[in-house]
C-alpha cells in the first residue's frame, strides 16, 4: 500500500513544474516556421529574459536541446584549437568545462579543483593570479551555481578581475537563473547560459544563451564552421532575416513563458528574497538534524539548492529510494567525486516555499528515525518557521 497520495520532486532539477506552466503545454499548436505570431512571441520571452538577466546590449536566443547544448555552443564559438582557457573547476560543471574546451581542441587550465576547494566560492585573487602567470588567456569559463555541490560563485568579483586582464567570461548559470541575481551588462559577463528545468520550473529541453558584444567580436573571429551550434548562424537567421534557423519547439516556448511570467508577477526581489529564505531554513534544518551542509559556509552556498554530506553508515540511495518510497519525496544524491558523499535537497521556484521546505526536511527527520537515527520532526519544524517570514 502506498502511504503517500502525492508526489514531491525536490530535486535541483528537473523540477516539479506549476500547473500555470503545465497548462501552457497544452495550447493550440503552430507552425513555428511559418507563423508570424509565433515569432513575436518568441521575442517577447527574448525580451522577458533580457530584463531576468540584466542583459539589455546582449543578444538572446533560446535553443532547443538541454542546457549541455548551450554550453558546448559557448565553447564551440569561442575556442579555437590550441587556445588556452582558464576553466574555474570548484565542482562537477565547473570541472566539466574542462572536458567540452577539450573536445575543441582548447587547452583548459584548471583552477579551484582540489578537495578543499570545491567546498567554497572562488577567490577572485585565485583568478587573478592565474590570469597574470597565463597572459595568453583569453577566455575563463565559471559555473555560477554548482548545483552537484550547491557551492555559488560570486560573479561579481570573478567578472570584475577577468575584466581588468581584458578576458572574455561564459558562465553557466542554469541552476541560478530566477532564483540568484545575474546582472549580465553590469558585471559584465560575455556569455551566460541557462536551462529551462531549473528554477525556472519550466520542462527539460531549452537552452537559454546570452551573448556579449565583446563576445561577438571574439566569435566572428573563431568563425566556427559547425551547423546547429554555430551562433553566427542564429544571429543571421533570426536578427537579420527574422526566421528560424531551425524548428522551435512552440510549446516548449509557451511554457517557458508562462514560468517567466510567474517571475515578474510576483516580482523579483520577492523572488530572490524567497529563495535566500530557503537557503536560510534549509540550514537550520540541517543544524536540526544534526547534518554536515556541504559547501563550507552559509554564504558560499547557493540559494537554490542545500547539499549536506551523507550521514555516515548510511548509503545515501538506500535512504533517498526509502524516502521515495514510503513519504513520496524525492530528494537527489550527487555525481563525480561527490558520488555518495552527499545529498541534495532543490528549492528551486516553486519548491523554494514553506509547504515544500517542511515536506522535504520533516519527511527526512521521519527517514532518518526509520534507519535507527535520532531526528525530531517538532525540532526540524521550528527551526524551518524561525526562518519564514
Ligand atoms: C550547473 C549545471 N550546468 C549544466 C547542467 C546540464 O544541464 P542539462 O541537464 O539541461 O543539460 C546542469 C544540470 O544538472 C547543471 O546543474
Redesign the pocket.
Known amino acids: 500500500m502506498k502511504l503517500y497520495t502525492d508526489r514531491f520532486i525536490l530535486t535541483?532539477?528537473p523540477t516539479g513544474i506549476p500547473h500555470c506552466v503545465r497548462m501552457a503545454l497544452a495550447r493550440e499548436t503552430t507552425n513555428p516556421d511559418l507563423d508570424p505570431g509565433f515569432l513575436s512571441e518568441y521575442d517577447k520571452v527574448r525580451s522577458m529574459l533580457r530584463d531576468l538577466l540584466g542583459a539589455r546590449s546582449a543578444s538572446i536566443y533560446i535553443m532547443v536541446g538541454?542546457?549541455?547544448?548551450g554550453?558546448e555552443a559557448a565553447i564551440a564559438n569561442l575556442v579555437k584549437p590550441g587556445d588556452r582557457v582558464l576553466v574555474v573547476a570548484n565542482g562537477v560543471?565547473g570541472e566539466g568545462f574542462a572536458d567540452i574546451v577539450k573536445a575543441y581542441r582548447g587547452a583548459p587550465i584548471l583552477v579551484g579543483a582540489s578537495d578543499e576547494e570545491w567546498r567554497r566560492s572562488i577567490e577572485a585573487s585565485t583568478i587573478d593570479r592565474e590570469l597574470e602567470r597565463s597572459k595568453d588567456v583569453s577566455i575563463v569559463t565559471l559555473?555560477h551555481?554548482?548545483?552537484?555541490s550547491a557551492i555559488l560563485n560570486d560573479l561579481r568579483s570573478v567578472a570584475k578581475v577577468v575584466k581588468e586582464h581584458g578576458a572574455l567570461l561564459v558562465v553557466?548559470a542554469?541552476?541560478s537563473i530566477g532564483g540568484v541575481p545575474i546582472e549580465f551588462d553590469k558585471n559584465g559577463v560575455d556569455v551566460l547560459i541557462g536551462?529551462s528545468?531549473?528554477v525556472l520550473n519550466a520542462p527539460?529541453g531549452l537552452t537559454i544563451i546570452a551573448i556579449s558584444e565583446a563576445a561577438w567580436e571574439a566569435i566572428d573571429r573563431v568563425n566556427y564552421s559547425g551547423l546547429y551550434l554555430n551562433l553566427r548562424m542564429w544571429r543571421e537567421s533570426l536578427d537579420t532575416h527574422g526566421v528560424f534557423p531551425y524548428t522551435m519547439s512552440d510549446v516548449l516556448t509557451y511554457a517557458l513563458e508562462e514560468a517567466l511570467k510567474a517571475l515578474f508577477n510576483e516580482g523579483l526581489d520577492s523572488v530572490y528574497g524567497r529563495h535566500l529564505m530557503a537557503r536560510r531554513a534549509s540550514w537550520r534544518a540541517l543544524e536540526a538534524l544534526g547534518l554536515t551542509p556541504f559547501p563550507a559556509s552559509i554564504n558560499d552556498s547557493s540559494p537554490t539548492v542545500t547539499a549536506f554530506l551523507t550521514p555516515s553508515g548510511i548509503n545515501d540511495g538506500e535512504l533517498r529510494n526509502h524516502l521515495w518510497r514510503k513519504y513520496g519525496v524525492m530528494l537527489a544524491g550527487s555525481w563525480g567525486r561527490l558520488q555518495g558523499r552527499v545529498i541534495r535537497v532543490g528549492h528551486m521556484g516553486v519548491q523554494a516555499s514553506r509547504t515544500h521546505l517542511l515536506i522535504a526536511y520533516t519527511t527526512l527527520a521521519k527517514a532518518l528515525r526509520d534507519f535507527g537515527r535520532e531526528a525530531s520532526v517538532s525540532r526540524v519544524v521550528d527551526a524551518i518557521e524561525s526562518e519564514l517570514s
Open positions: 535541483p532539477g538541454e542546457a549541455i547544448l554550453l560543471f559555473v551555481c554548482d548545483t552537484p553557466d542554469v541552476s536551462g528545468q531549473k527539460a
